[in-house]
Nanobody, 124 residues
Framework: QVQLVESGGGLVQAGGSLRLSCAAS????????MGWFRQVPGKEREFVAT????????YYADSVKGRFTISRDNAKNTVYLQMNSLKPEDTAGYYC?????????????????WGQGTLVTVSS
């Protein structure tokens, strides 16, 4: 079992930056691919970014490419999402997820564990 706890959300003005963190429990973190997803009320949860077990492969949604960066520190059991040039449309709950495979994935149904989420609000 893996437990995920997100932090780092908050209120920021458009054009600003935030860094989200996701701390994972368990000794198997380093073998899992990780992902970030986001969701606004009334809409489906959508893919943001994913990273393979060793950080060698990353993929991003077109809407965040060039602005967001996913990274991980396996020694700290933590995955990060650096968000720059934030826009009001980035406002959402952001969720960290882990999958029991090393390969990164963009489909939320391929993930086995989820955090509770952290809220990001971008004001215009």
């Amino acid at each position: 079992q893996v437990q995920l706890v997100e932090s780092g959300g908050g209120l920021v003005q458009a054009g600003g930056s935030l860094r989200l963190s996701c701390a994972a429990s368990g000794r198997t973190f380093s073998s899992y691919a990780m992902g970030w997803f986001r969701q606004v009320p009334g809409k489906e949860r959508e893919f943001v970014a994913t990273i393979s077990w060793n950080g060698g492969n990353t993929y991003y949604a077109d809407s965040v490419k060039g602005r967001f960066t996913i990274s991980r520190d396996n020694a700290k059991n933590t995955v990060y999402l650096q968000m720059n040039s934030l826009k009001p449309e980035d406002t959402a709950g952001y969720y960290c997820a882990a999958r029991r495979f090393a390969v990164a994935a963009v489909n939320l149904y391929e993930y086995d564990y989820w955090g509770q989420g952290t809220l990001v609000t971008v004001s215009s």
